[in-house]
């Protein structure tokens, strides 16, 4: 891998940050909207005290924590997407740029959209509603990290679907991760699940993030097994996509659908 | 030994054989010609040497090296320009030429920006967005760019294809340059036979995906006893819809 190749692919990306509001919305806006409709109605159910427990806490966590992952996603599926919109693709693709190096980019602006998200959002809930991001103290890297492979894989795939059917599929690259959300335990524990959909919850590395969030929450503790099954999932999943995508774009090239890619 | 070396390529779409037992080699230092009518799989076989295209059979050897197990090393002295992949519109010029350079792990950027840049008149623009340029304007940038990492072997898949001739003569006139001054082997595809005329040292005519003729435009002309290439081409065309 060559550090001049994944560099140029990330410069870009910064390039075109600079001057797009879509971009810019995508990061500053539309998240902070999410925590702020989801910040206030957390404040209202805190004040009908109806539960023992933070509702505040609970909600705010999962919005960043959700928000976190939907960057992670986006940052890989959007940024293959703006090429293919803009017929750069093949461009890229005739240069020596290797595979591996294009999925490291994109990971790496997977992890800068998932670091600014975390920031800007951390900053705003603790100024509007003293919500602590610290709390969650060691166990903020892990979760972090698990969510930022995670929506690495989720970006992959559908990556890979998109190179594999074109722009048809498209629409997976906005709305995949939704699918994902209700199995996901993103507001509500597993435990609040019909058991059979519980062991379809327990296949997704994500709920053992919000699963543990809420554990860190209650208890101050997080359960071990959370982080391992949370690592081992995790790991499975990026293996076999990171396989898919290959397989992939080597069947595209295969039918010559590189060119037509759009 | 010559630069590209295409020995029985097959490609199959399906039921579709796009190429067919194609043989040929492209000298180093001249400009070669890549003809045949729609269909003919010109954009295919270019797309085979870019390893872009898997091919079904066959052997594509560039600078005697195969692409399986050299792509890096060869696609990092080869370059790519087509009127039909453009560069990012929501970058400025300059940027999109850093992007590419770096991608091409050019050394002294600043300088071999500014050194096609005055080569292909563009400094005036540089910092202009690129969705602004006018035609010709996008035409040099891409080849301002398909020249930064100072490629040895240059694919132009139609490149003065939707420009008007004065600006096309002055891209041919560019690609002369180019080839005189950089010394650079150029495979050319164009349905503009007066063009190739004019700046081919060789053609190749592929019909059905295989090899039907191969020599310097003048040898052609003579040999289907026609008055210039566009005639031969035409030849060719009507002959291949009839079979």
């Known amino acids: 891998m060559k550090i001049h190749r994944i560099n140029a692919l990330l410069m870009r990306h910064i390039y075109l940050f600079q001057r797009s509001l879509p971009r810019i919305m995508d990061i500053l806006f539309w998240p902070v909207l999410e925590l702020l409709v989801w910040g206030f109605l957390s404040v209202y159910l805190e004040k009908l005290n109806i539960t023992s427990v933070s509702v505040l806490t609970f909600l705010l966590g999962a919005i960043i924590f959700w928000d976190i992952l939907n960057q992670s996603q986006k940052a890989v599926s959007i940024s293959f997407l703006e090429d293919v919109w803009e017929k750069n693709f093949l461009n890229i693709f005739v240069s020596p740029l290797k595979l591996s190096e294009f999925l490291s980019a994109a990971a790496l602006l997977a992890l800068i959209r998932i670091l600014l998200v975390a920031v800007i959002l951390g900053v705003l809930a603790g100024l509007f509603y003293h919500f602590n991001i610290f709390q969650f103290g060691f166990y903020l890297i892990p979760f972090m990290a698990n969510l930022l492979i995670f929506g690495f894989s989720l970006g992959i795939f559908t990556t890979a679907i998109i190179l594999r059917f074109g722009t048809a599929a498209q629409i997976l690259a906005f709305g995949f991760i939704v699918l994902i959300q209700p199995f996901s335990a993103v507001f509500y524990p597993v435990s609040s699940l019909p058991q059979y959909i519980q062991y379809v919850s327990y296949l997704i590395p994500s709920t053992y993030v919000f699963e543990g969030m809420r554990a860190v929450t209650s208890s101050g503790v997080l359960p071990v097994w959370h982080l391992v099954l949370a690592f081992a999932t995790n790991i499975f999943y990026l293996l076999l996509v990171v396989w898919f995508f290959y397989r992939m774009f080597s069947s595209v090239k295969v039918r010559g659908r590189l060119m037509k890619l759009d | ?243």
């Open chain 2, 1 to 243: 030994m010559p630069i590209i070396e295409v020995k029985n390529l097959v490609k199959e779409f399906g039921k579709v054989r796009a190429v067919n037992d194609l043989s040929f080699s492209i000298e180093e230092g001249k400009i070669t010609g890549l003809l045949g009518p729609n269909g003919a799989g010109k954009t295919t076989t270019i797309q085979m040497i870019l390893d872009l295209i898997t091919p079904t059979s066959g052997d594509i050897l560039v600078f005697g090296e195969d692409m399986k197990h050299h792509r890096e090393e060869i696609l990092s002295k080869v370059n790519f320009s087509s009127p039909y992949v453009a560069l990012p519109n929501s970058l400025k010029v300059i940027e999109n030429l850093y992007t590419f350079a770096r991608l091409y792990g050019v050394k002294n950027i600043r300088e071999k920006v500014e050194e096609l840049a005055d080569f292909f008149e563009i400094r005036a623009f540089l910092t202009k967005m690129t969705s602004s340029l006018s035609t010709g304007q996008l035409t040099r940038l891409n080849l301002t760019k398909a020249l930064l990492n100072d490629p040895k072997l240059l694919l132009l898949d139609e490149p003065t294809a939707s420009l008007d001739p004065d600006i096309a003569d002055r891209t041919r006139q560019m690609f002369l340059k180019i080839q005189r001054e950089k010394g650079i082997s150029i495979l050319y595809t164009s349905h503009n036979m007066a063009e190739v005329e004019e700046i081919c040292d060789r053609v190749i005519f592929i019909q059905h995906g295989k090899l039907k003729d191969d020599g310097t435009p003048e040898d052609i002309i003579m040999k289907y006893g026609r008055k210039d290439l566009n005639e031969v081409f035409l030849h060719i065309a009507r002959e291949s819809t009839k079979l």
